[in-house]
C-alpha cells in the first residue's frame, strides 16, 4: 500500500497525522483566491511539476504511492509487474495556464476560435495533445511499472477509488490474473475545479478557520473541502500471498455497488441505493451486520450525504448503527475525490493494522438528527477485525468495501 | 473453474451520421453512403449527427436540458439498445443490469473561454480576474454535462439502468475494455447482462483544438481512410453505439432473439515507440483471439492518421484474403465509439447474412460474396491502445 495527502507522503507519516487529530486543510496558495466563495483545500504542496498542471500532479501523486506500494509488497520486478493496473482518476481537459500559452502564440487581437485553431497544429504545442488525452496518467504508469495488457482509466466520480479496487478483485476472482495493481490519483485542486464544485453548491465557505471547515456529521456542516490525494494498494490472490511468504496487510472480504437512478447529484430520498450497496457488500463477503465492527464513512459533510448515509447504515444495522465507530477520515484530509476510495480503504487497512481508530475532527456541534458514534475528534483504541469502507458519487454512483485482516 | 459462460449480443442501439437504428444504417452503408460536412468547421472535415427526435427516447425536456450533446446522443442510442432486446421499461432487468460506458468529457463553453482569454491577452486581468469570470459565467449545471460518468448517470436516470455502474477513460482503448470486461465479467458468471457502448459527439472546435495540437485532423480534403497515405488526419464524427450483452442463459430464459454472439475480446497496450510495435501488437492480437480464418471478415476502425494506419494496413497485408471493412470512411473517427460501432456492425451483418459493401477507391477492401460465419473487429487508437474481438454468427 501507498498513499499521499495533504499530512503528507507515506503510510507512516499519514497515520501518525491521522490519529493524532491534524488537518490537511489549508488556505489555498497554489493561485489566486480572490472572489472564491471557497478558499481552501487539502491540497498537495510538497508534491510539485514543472510544467504545473493538474492532469502532472495527479500522475506525479500515483508515481509516489505505487512506488511506496510496491516497495512494501516486493513483488515482481522493477518496472515488471505481474499484472494488470486499474486506476482511478479524474476526467482530463485542457487546463488554463496551457490554453493561455495557446492565445499567446495569436498575434491578433480580438481572436475568434478559428485564429486559436489556426495556431494551435504545427508542432508548437505537440505535448499538449498528450498531456490532455484521458488515457495519459494509465499509460505513463503502465509503461513506467510494466503493468500487463492494456490498462484501465475509470471515473465513478467520488466512488472510483473503490471501484478501481473493485475491478481489481474482479479480475482476480476470475482467475485472470494473481495480481492486480490498483490506483487512485487526485491532484486536480486548480481554479476551474473549486469553482465548479462551489457553483453546485457542494463546498463548505467555512474558510476561517480552514482545518475547522470540513465538519462531518455535525449539525453546522455545510459542504466538503476539495482535497487532493492517492492511494494505491497491489492486491493478490490470498493463494499466491501465501504461497510466495508476502505479508498479507489485509483482506478485500466484499464489494459491493448498486447506482442510484434518481438524481444527478442527489440520492434517492428513501434511501434505498445507498441499502442496497450495502447488502450486496454484506452478502458478497458473506458477512451479517454483526460482523463489522467500524465504518469508514463517505462522510463528506455537505448536507445531503451525512444524513443519507446515516439513513442507510441505520436501515441496515438497526439500532447498533448508534454503537458502531463511523468515522470520517475527510475532516482531516477532506474529500480527494477520485483518490478517496482508494485513500479510505488503505486507512480501513491501516485501522485494522493498529487497532485504532482515527477521529472524525470539528466535531463539536453534534446534529441530533444523526446519532453516530463518530469518534469525535481523539483517535480511539478498539478492537477491529472487520471495516465497512463507503464511497458515494455524483451519477448515482455508490460503491462499498469490507476489508478485513484475516480471511472470513 | 466452470467452462465460460457463453454471451450473446442481444440488443443494438445505433445512431451516427448515417442515421439512427439498425435498418437505416445497413441501408446507408448498402448504398455506400457518406455523411460530410466540409464547411462548417472549414477547413476541417466532421461526420455531422443525422438530424435526430431525441424526445423519442428521452421524453424529459428537462433531462434533455441536462445533459450537453455526447450525453443526449449516447442516452438516446442507449435507449435504442434497450428497445432493440427487449427490456425497455422492464424494472426488473433494468435493476440489476449492469452498465460499462467508455467516454471521454463534455463540450466547454467557448464563448466563456474566448472572452477570458482576449482579455487575458489585452492585458486587462488582476489576479481575481479568471475566478470572478469563471463563478460569473460558467453555467452552475455546466460541470455535470461535462462529466465522464454522468453519461452513465444520464442513462440510469433517463431509463432506469440501475444495477451496477462503471465508467472507463482513455480514448479509443476505453471501450475496447469495456467490451472485454463485460465479457469476462458475463462468461465469468460476474454479470448476467450488461449495457455497453460510448457516445461521442464530432463536432466540437474544443475537440478539434486537443487533436490539433499533434496535427491529427483531417483537413481540406475528404478521402477514404485507406486513401489517406499522403494526406493523413481524421475526421471526427459523431455517434453513440451501445450494446445489450447477456448470458445465453439469461437470453433464452427470457425469450430473447440474439444477433450474434460476442467470443473473445483481447487488448494491449503497445509502446509505440518502436516502429512496427502496433503490427506487431495486432498480429500477437489475432492469435490470442484463436486465430480466425483466414478468409473471414474483419471490421477496422481505422482512423487515418499515421502512423498507426500504415503499421495496420501492414497487418492486413498479411492477411490478404480477409474482407476489410473501415468505419472510419463511412463514420468518421468516434474515438470511444468506435470499437462499439465495429460490434455493432459486425453483430448486424451476422444476422443480416452479408458483410456490407466495400467503400474503398484503393482496393484495400474487397468484396465478400459469401456468407460470414466470423467477424473481427480491430481497433487501433490514434495515439495508444489496441485491440480486437471476434464475433461470431448462432445457428
Keep these: 500500500m501507498g498513499v499521499v495527502t495533504s499530512l503528507g507522503a507515506g503510510k507512516a507519516d499519514n497515520w501518525k497525522r491521522l490519529t493524532a487529530g491534524e488537518s490537511g486543510i489549508r ?8 472572489g472564491l466563495k471557497s478558499t481552501m483545500a487539502g491540497t498537495v504542496d510538497f508534491v510539485t511539476v514543472d510544467p504545473p498542471s493538474s492532469t502532472g500532479l495527479t500522475e506525479r501523486l500515483a508515481d509516489i504511492v505505487t512506488e511506496e506500494a510496491l516497495g ?5 520486478r522493477t518496472g515488471d509487474f505481474p499484472g494488470p493496473l486499474f486506476l482511478a482518476v479524474a476526467p482530463v481537459e485542457v487546463e488554463w495556464p496551457q490554453r493561455l500559452e495557446v492565445a499567446r502564440a495569436i498575434s491578433k487581437s480580438d481572436f475568434d476560435v478559428n485564429d486559436v485553431l489556426a495556431v494551435s497544429g504545427g508542432g508548437k504545442f505537440t505535448p499538449y495533445h498528450r498531456r490532455f488525452m484521458f488515457g495519459s496518467v494509465a499509460g505513463h504508469l503502465a509503461e513506467k511499472f510494466g503493468t500487463k495488457g492494456s490498462p484501465i482509466s475509470l471515473s465513478t466520480a467520488c466512488a472510483s477509488g473503490a471501484t478501481a479496487i473493485q475491478l481489481g478483485v474482479e479480475a482476480i476472482r476470475r482467475g485472470e490474473t494473481d495480481a492486480a495493481l490498483c490506483v487512485a490519483t487526485d491532484g486536480s485542486v486548480n481554479p476551474e475545479a473549486l469553482i465548479r464544485f462551489s457553483l453546485l453548491s457542494a463546498l463548505s465557505t467555512q474558510n476561517d478557520p480552514p482545518q475547522g471547515a470540513s465538519k462531518p456529521f455535525s449539525k453546522n456542516r455545510d459542504g466538503f473541502v476539495m482535497a487532493e490525494g492517492a492511494g494505491a494498494l497491489v492486491l493478490e490472490s490470498y493463494e499466491a500471498a501465501v504461497a510466495r511468504g508476502a505479508k498479507i496487510l489485509g483482506v478485500v472480504a466484499g464489494c459491493g455497488e448498486l447506482t442510484d437512478s434518481f438524481h444527478r447529484t442527489r440520492s434517492s430520498p428513501d434511501g434505498k441505493p445507498i441499502i442496497g450497496c450495502v447488502h450486496k457488500t454484506l452478502a458478497d463477503a458473506g458477512m451479517t451486520p454483526e460482523q463489522v465492527d467500524h465504518i469508514n464513512a463517505h462522510g463528506t459533510a455537505t448536507p445531503e450525504n451525512d444524513k443519507m448515509e446515516f439513513l442507510g447504515i441505520s436501515a441496515v444495522f438497526g439500532e447498533r448503527a448508534k454503537e458502531i465507530p463511523v468515522s470520517s477520515n475527510k475532516s482531516m484530509i477532506g474529500h480527494t475525490i477520485s483518490a478517496a476510495g482508494a485513500v479510505e480503504a488503505i486507512i480501513s ?26 469518534v469525535p475528534n481523539v ?10 469502507s463507503n464511497s458515494f458519487g455524483f451519477g448515482g454512483q455508490n460503491a462499498s468495501l469490507i476489508l478485513t485482516r484475516e480471511p472470513i | 473453474m466452470t467452462a465460460p459462460k457463453e454471451a450473446w449480443i442481444t440488443g443494438i442501439g445505433i445512431v451516427s451520421s448515417l442515421g439512427e437504428g439498425l435498418d437505416a444504417h445497413w441501408d446507408a452503408l448498402n448504398a455506400q453512403r457518406i455523411n460530410v460536412d466540409e464547411k462548417r468547421f472549414a477547413p476541417y472535415i466532421v461526420h455531422p449527427l443525422a438530424p435526430v427526435s431525441f424526445d423519442a427516447q428521452i421524453p424529459k425536456k428537462g433531462d434533455q436540458r441536462q445533459m450537453e450533446a455526447w450525453q443526449r446522443i449516447g442516452t438516446y442510442a442507449a435507449g435504442l439498445a434497450l428497445d432493440s432486446a427487449g427490456v425497455k421499461g422492464d424494472r426488473e432487468i433494468l435493476g440489476r443490469m449492469d452498465m460499462i460506458v467508455a467516454a471521454g468529457g463534455g463540450e466547454r463553453d467557448l464563448a466563456v473561454d474566448l472572452a477570458i482569454l482576449n482579455a487575458y491577452m489585452k492585458g486587462n486581468s488582476g489576479p481575481a480576474f479568471l475566478n470572478e469570470r469563471l463563478m460569473n459565467d460558467l453555467r452552475p449545471t455546466l460541470f455535470l454535462a461535462q462529466l465522464s460518468n454522468l453519461l452513465a448517470g444520464n442513462i440510469a436516470i433517463v431509463h432506469g439502468v440501475s444495477g451496477t455502474s462503471r465508467t472507463f477513460m482513455g480514448e479509443e482503448a476505453a471501450s475496447i475494455d469495456a467490451a472485454r470486461i463485460a465479457l469476462a465479467r458475463i462468461q465469468s458468471g460476474q454479470s448476467d447482462i450488461t449495457l455497453v457502448g460510448a457516445a461521442h459527439n464530432g463536432e466540437r472546435t474544443d475537440l478539434l483544438i486537443l487533436y490539433e495540437f499533434d ?3 483531417l483537413k481540406d ?16 464524427g459523431s455517434a453513440g453505439v451501445f450494446l445489450v450483452i447477456e448470458s445465453r442463459e439469461h437470453a433464452e430464459a427470457r425469450g430473447a432473439k440474439p444477433y450474434a454472439r460476442l467470443s473473445n475480446v483481447v487488448t494491449d497496450l503497445a509502446q509505440r515507440k518502436q516502429p512496427g510495435a502496433v503490427t506487431k501488437s495486432l498480429e500477437a492480437l489475432w492469435s490470442k483471439l484463436g486465430m480466425p480464418k483466414d478468409n473471414g471478415a474483419l471490421i477496422s476502425g481505422a482512423t487515418g492518421v499515421e502512423p498507426v494506419t500504415s503499421e495496420e494496413k501492414a497487418f492486413l497485408s498479411a492477411h490478404p484474403g480477409c474482407a476489410v471493412r473501415a468505419t472510419g470512411t463511412s463514420f468518421g473517427h468516434t474515438l470511444e465509439t ?3 460501432l465495429g460490434l455493432a456492425l459486425a453483430a448486424l451483418s451476422l444476422s443480416r447474412g452479408a458483410l456490407f459493401p466495400p467503400n474503398d477507391p484503393t482496393g484495400l477492401e474487397v468484396e465478400m460474396a459469401e456468407t460470414p460465419t466470423q467477424i473481427v473487429v480491430m481497433g487501433a487508437g490514434h495515439w495508444q491502445g489496441e485491440g480486437m474481438a471476434l464475433v461470431e454468427a448462432i445457428k
Design chain 1, 27 to 34: 488556505t489555498v496558495t497554489r493561485f489566486p483566491i480572490d
Design chain 2, 221 to 236: 480534403k475528404f478521402d477514404p481512410v485507406w486513401a489517406r497515405d499522403k494526406h493523413s488526419g481524421f475526421a471526427l
Design chain 2, 215 to 217: 496535427d491529427f485532423n
Design chain 1, 72 to 76: 512494501q509488497a516486493g513483488i515482481g
Design chain 1, 349 to 374: 487497512l491501516l485501522t485494522l493494522e493498529h487497532q485504532r481508530i482515527p477521529p472524525t475532527i470539528n466535531y463539536d456541534i453534534p446534529d441530533p438528527a444523526i446519532p453516530f458514534d463518530v
Design chain 1, 379 to 388: 483517535a480511539r483504541d478498539a478492537r477491529v477485525t472487520a471495516v465497512m
Design chain 2, 338 to 340: 468506435q470499437f462499439p
